[in-house]
């Protein structure tokens, strides 16, 4: 019989998510971003929502090209493949977002 690893609490992935993006971003931007980690509430999976004005004039998935490397170089796989769903947001985007959920 093979031992199962307890999953690490979601509050300590989801801080290890924040410090690396937002460590990430300050070095290749020189800004901080806003970044929020929510527990989707199946699994252990998580929802990410990264917001920067840096993202301007980027593509959607090249944006999200360069989260996903940032969180493969910062993390463990066993880390960032919790991570269910990615949205990166300009400002004026997140703003337009049904009841400003962003």
């Not at 460590?23 to 509430?41: L, P, Q």
């Not at 990264?50 to 004039?57: E, H, I, Q, W, Y």
């Amino acid at each position: 019989m093979v031992a199962r690893l307890a999953p690490k609490p979601l509050t300590d992935v989801k801080k290890k998510i924040e410090r690396v993006l937002s460590e990430k971003h300050r070095e290749h931007f020189g800004s901080m971003a806003r970044v929020r980690v929510e527990d989707r509430g199946y699994k252990h999976y998580l929802n990410l929502f990264v917001t920067s004005n840096k993202f301007r004039g980027m593509l959607p998935t090249d944006r999200a090209l360069l989260i996903w490397k940032w969180l493969r170089e910062g993390l463990p796989s066993r880390d960032h493949s919790r991570i269910a769903a990615l949205l990166p947001l300009t400002a004026a985007e997140a703003r337009r977002l049904p009841g400003n959920g962003h």
